[in-house]
Protein backbone atom coordinates (compact mmCIF):
# COMPACT_ATOMS: atom_id res chain seq x y z
CA UNK A 1 0.00 0.00 0.00
CA UNK A 2 1.87 3.50 -1.08
CA UNK A 3 1.59 6.05 1.33
CA UNK A 4 3.17 9.13 1.31
CA UNK A 5 5.45 9.87 4.68
CA UNK A 6 6.68 12.99 5.49
CA UNK A 7 9.40 14.48 8.18
CA UNK A 8 8.90 15.76 11.79
CA UNK A 9 7.87 19.17 13.27
CA UNK A 10 10.05 21.82 12.99
CA UNK A 11 10.83 24.78 15.02
CA UNK A 12 13.06 27.54 12.89
CA UNK A 13 13.59 31.42 13.78
CA UNK A 14 12.85 33.92 11.10
CA UNK A 15 15.47 34.41 8.60
CA UNK A 16 16.19 30.65 8.70
CA UNK A 17 15.29 27.95 6.38
CA UNK A 18 13.17 24.74 6.35
CA UNK A 19 13.45 21.42 4.14
CA UNK A 20 10.36 19.45 4.55
CA UNK A 21 10.15 15.77 3.16
CA UNK A 22 7.79 13.60 1.87
CA UNK A 23 8.73 9.58 0.78
CA UNK A 24 6.32 7.72 -0.87
CA UNK A 25 6.62 4.46 0.89
CA UNK A 26 5.73 1.21 -1.07
CA UNK A 27 6.09 2.81 -4.15
CA UNK A 28 8.68 3.99 -6.68
CA UNK A 29 8.32 7.92 -8.13
CA UNK A 30 6.15 7.63 -11.45
CA UNK A 31 4.93 10.72 -13.51
CA UNK A 32 2.68 11.77 -11.29
CA UNK A 33 3.43 14.79 -9.57
CA UNK A 34 3.73 15.64 -5.89
CA UNK A 35 1.74 18.93 -4.91
CA UNK A 36 2.58 20.81 -1.49
CA UNK A 37 0.02 22.34 0.16
CA UNK A 38 -0.02 24.77 2.70
CA UNK A 39 -2.89 25.34 5.72
CA UNK A 40 -2.11 27.91 8.16
CA UNK A 41 -3.62 27.97 11.91
CA UNK A 42 -7.40 27.91 11.34
CA UNK A 43 -7.10 28.97 7.59
CA UNK A 44 -7.76 26.83 4.76
CA UNK A 45 -5.91 24.66 2.25
CA UNK A 46 -3.67 27.02 -0.29
CA UNK A 47 -1.49 25.25 -3.35
CA UNK A 48 1.86 25.90 -3.05
CA UNK A 49 2.47 24.01 -6.58
CA UNK A 50 4.40 20.79 -7.33
CA UNK A 51 6.85 18.84 -8.91
CA UNK A 52 6.69 15.91 -11.17
CA UNK A 53 9.72 13.71 -9.63
CA UNK A 54 10.93 11.72 -12.83
CA UNK A 55 11.41 14.98 -14.72
CA UNK A 56 12.38 17.55 -12.42
CA UNK A 57 10.43 20.33 -13.49
CA UNK A 58 8.75 22.15 -11.09
CA UNK A 59 6.06 24.89 -11.26
CA UNK A 60 5.07 27.42 -8.25
CA UNK A 61 1.97 29.52 -7.53
CA UNK A 62 3.00 33.17 -7.96
CA UNK A 63 2.64 34.27 -4.18
CA UNK A 64 5.66 31.03 -3.16
CA UNK A 65 7.79 31.39 -6.25
CA UNK A 66 10.44 33.70 -4.64
CA UNK A 67 11.17 31.75 -1.71
CA UNK A 68 9.93 27.94 -1.95
CA UNK A 69 11.55 25.41 -4.06
CA UNK A 70 11.03 22.07 -5.29
CA UNK A 71 13.28 18.77 -5.76
CA UNK A 72 13.31 15.06 -5.60
CA UNK A 73 15.78 12.42 -5.23
CA UNK A 74 14.37 9.44 -7.32
CA UNK A 75 16.73 6.62 -6.13
CA UNK A 76 14.94 7.28 -2.66
CA UNK A 77 11.17 8.46 -4.05
CA UNK A 78 11.30 11.46 -1.75
CA UNK A 79 10.59 14.82 -2.69
CA UNK A 80 11.25 18.02 -0.75
CA UNK A 81 10.13 21.26 -0.42
CA UNK A 82 12.54 24.09 1.20
CA UNK A 83 11.32 27.62 2.44
CA UNK A 84 13.96 30.48 2.48
CA UNK A 85 14.25 33.47 4.66
CA UNK A 86 11.45 32.49 6.99
CA UNK A 87 8.87 34.57 8.64
CA UNK A 88 6.15 34.29 11.23
CA UNK A 89 3.74 33.90 8.80
CA UNK A 90 5.21 30.93 7.45
CA UNK A 91 3.86 28.99 10.37
CA UNK A 92 2.14 26.26 9.08
CA UNK A 93 0.79 22.78 8.54
CA UNK A 94 2.75 21.52 4.83
CA UNK A 95 1.21 18.94 3.60
CA UNK A 96 2.45 16.82 0.47
CA UNK A 97 0.40 15.04 -2.03
CA UNK A 98 0.62 12.98 -5.26
CA UNK A 99 -1.48 13.42 -7.88
CA UNK A 100 -3.54 11.28 -10.18
CA UNK A 101 -4.93 12.15 -14.14
CA UNK A 102 -8.35 11.08 -14.25
CA UNK A 103 -10.32 10.92 -17.61
CA UNK A 104 -11.13 14.67 -17.29
CA UNK A 105 -8.63 16.70 -14.96
CA UNK A 106 -6.38 15.41 -11.86
CA UNK A 107 -7.11 15.03 -8.28
CA UNK A 108 -5.03 14.97 -5.02
CA UNK A 109 -5.87 11.39 -4.43
CA UNK A 110 -3.15 10.28 -1.70
CA UNK A 111 -2.00 13.00 0.96
CA UNK A 112 0.86 12.95 3.66
CA UNK A 113 0.08 13.10 6.96
CA UNK A 114 1.28 16.70 7.37
CA UNK A 115 4.53 18.82 8.66
CA UNK A 116 4.10 21.53 11.39
CA UNK A 117 6.76 24.46 10.65
CA UNK A 118 6.65 26.98 13.31
CA UNK A 119 8.62 30.09 12.39
CA UNK B 1 -9.42 35.27 -0.47
CA UNK B 2 -10.29 32.17 -1.59
CA UNK B 3 -10.28 32.11 -5.71
CA UNK B 4 -12.84 29.41 -5.26
CA UNK B 5 -16.47 30.63 -3.07
CA UNK B 6 -18.01 28.38 -0.36
CA UNK B 7 -19.88 29.16 2.49
CA UNK B 8 -18.10 29.40 6.00
CA UNK B 9 -19.90 27.24 7.75
CA UNK B 10 -23.34 24.32 7.01
CA UNK B 11 -24.82 22.34 9.54
CA UNK B 12 -27.69 19.92 9.95
CA UNK B 13 -29.22 17.22 12.14
CA UNK B 14 -28.57 13.11 12.12
CA UNK B 15 -30.00 12.00 9.04
CA UNK B 16 -30.98 15.17 7.11
CA UNK B 17 -29.66 16.10 3.64
CA UNK B 18 -26.70 18.75 3.37
CA UNK B 19 -26.11 20.62 0.42
CA UNK B 20 -22.51 22.96 -0.38
CA UNK B 21 -21.99 24.99 -2.49
CA UNK B 22 -18.90 25.61 -4.41
CA UNK B 23 -18.92 28.82 -6.73
CA UNK B 24 -15.73 29.88 -9.31
CA UNK B 25 -14.79 30.88 -12.42
CA UNK B 26 -14.76 30.62 -16.23
CA UNK B 27 -11.25 29.52 -15.98
CA UNK B 28 -11.29 27.12 -12.81
CA UNK B 29 -14.86 25.03 -12.38
CA UNK B 30 -16.28 26.45 -16.16
CA UNK B 31 -13.74 24.92 -17.80
CA UNK B 32 -12.47 21.73 -15.51
CA UNK B 33 -13.27 19.04 -13.38
CA UNK B 34 -14.42 19.56 -9.28
CA UNK B 35 -12.95 18.08 -6.53
CA UNK B 36 -13.95 17.47 -3.16
CA UNK B 37 -12.23 16.97 -0.24
CA UNK B 38 -12.65 15.57 3.39
CA UNK B 39 -10.58 17.39 6.48
CA UNK B 40 -11.43 15.52 10.06
CA UNK B 41 -10.17 17.36 12.60
CA UNK B 42 -6.46 17.34 13.51
CA UNK B 43 -5.98 14.73 10.25
CA UNK B 44 -4.31 15.70 7.14
CA UNK B 45 -7.12 16.20 3.66
CA UNK B 46 -8.75 13.25 2.16
CA UNK B 47 -10.11 13.04 -1.20
CA UNK B 48 -13.90 12.93 -1.40
CA UNK B 49 -15.16 13.23 -4.96
CA UNK B 50 -13.57 14.22 -8.00
CA UNK B 51 -14.10 14.66 -11.61
CA UNK B 52 -16.84 16.82 -10.24
CA UNK B 53 -18.91 13.56 -9.30
CA UNK B 54 -16.75 10.20 -8.82
CA UNK B 55 -16.38 8.86 -5.53
CA UNK B 56 -13.22 7.12 -5.04
CA UNK B 57 -12.69 3.19 -3.48
CA UNK B 58 -14.34 3.65 0.17
CA UNK B 59 -16.26 6.90 0.25
CA UNK B 60 -19.78 6.01 1.29
CA UNK B 61 -22.54 6.89 -1.42
CA UNK B 62 -24.01 9.37 0.73
CA UNK B 63 -21.52 11.69 -0.88
CA UNK B 64 -22.29 13.07 -4.01
CA UNK B 65 -20.66 15.74 -6.11
CA UNK B 66 -22.59 17.83 -8.92
CA UNK B 67 -21.25 20.77 -11.47
CA UNK B 68 -22.91 22.88 -13.36
CA UNK B 69 -21.58 25.75 -14.95
CA UNK B 70 -19.18 27.59 -12.89
CA UNK B 71 -20.21 26.71 -9.82
CA UNK B 72 -20.05 22.66 -8.06
CA UNK B 73 -21.83 21.44 -5.13
CA UNK B 74 -21.57 18.32 -2.56
CA UNK B 75 -24.50 16.83 -1.18
CA UNK B 76 -24.25 15.03 2.16
CA UNK B 77 -27.36 12.53 2.79
CA UNK B 78 -28.31 10.65 5.95
CA UNK B 79 -25.88 13.16 7.81
CA UNK B 80 -23.98 11.17 10.68
CA UNK B 81 -21.98 12.70 13.15
CA UNK B 82 -18.81 11.26 11.56
CA UNK B 83 -19.32 13.82 9.18
CA UNK B 84 -18.38 16.92 11.02
CA UNK B 85 -15.34 18.22 9.14
CA UNK B 86 -14.30 21.12 7.14
CA UNK B 87 -15.15 20.37 3.00
CA UNK B 88 -13.02 22.04 0.48
CA UNK B 89 -13.83 22.34 -3.00
CA UNK B 90 -10.73 22.24 -5.82
CA UNK B 91 -10.29 22.75 -9.51
CA UNK B 92 -7.28 23.62 -11.94
CA UNK B 93 -7.46 27.40 -12.50
CA UNK B 94 -6.41 27.68 -16.79
CA UNK B 95 -5.96 31.42 -16.34
CA UNK B 96 -3.07 31.30 -13.00
CA UNK B 97 -2.01 27.57 -14.28
CA UNK B 98 -2.30 26.36 -11.03
CA UNK B 99 -4.67 24.33 -8.61
CA UNK B 100 -7.20 26.50 -6.70
CA UNK B 101 -9.27 25.80 -3.42
CA UNK B 102 -12.25 26.99 -2.25
CA UNK B 103 -11.95 28.82 1.87
CA UNK B 104 -13.41 25.18 3.25
CA UNK B 105 -16.94 24.98 4.53
CA UNK B 106 -17.35 23.73 8.06
CA UNK B 107 -19.89 21.17 8.93
CA UNK B 108 -21.55 20.58 11.91
CA UNK B 109 -23.93 17.77 12.86
CA UNK B 110 -26.30 19.25 15.49
Known amino acids: QVQLVQSGAEVKKSGSSVKVSCKAS????????ISWVRQAPGQGLEWMGR????????TYAQKFQDRVTFTADKSTSTAYMEVSNLRSGDTAMYFC??????????????WGQGTLVTV | QSVLTQPPSASGTPGQRVTISCSGS????????ANWYQQLPGTAPKLLIYNNNQRPSGVPDRFSGSKSGTSASLAISGLQSEDEADYYC???????????FGGGTKLTVL
Open chain 1, 26 to 33: GAIFSSNP
Open chain 2, 90 to 100: AAWDDSLNGRV
Open chain 2, 26 to 33: SSNIGSNV
Open chain 1, 51 to 58: IIPILDIA
Open chain 1, 97 to 110: ARETAGASGTYLAL
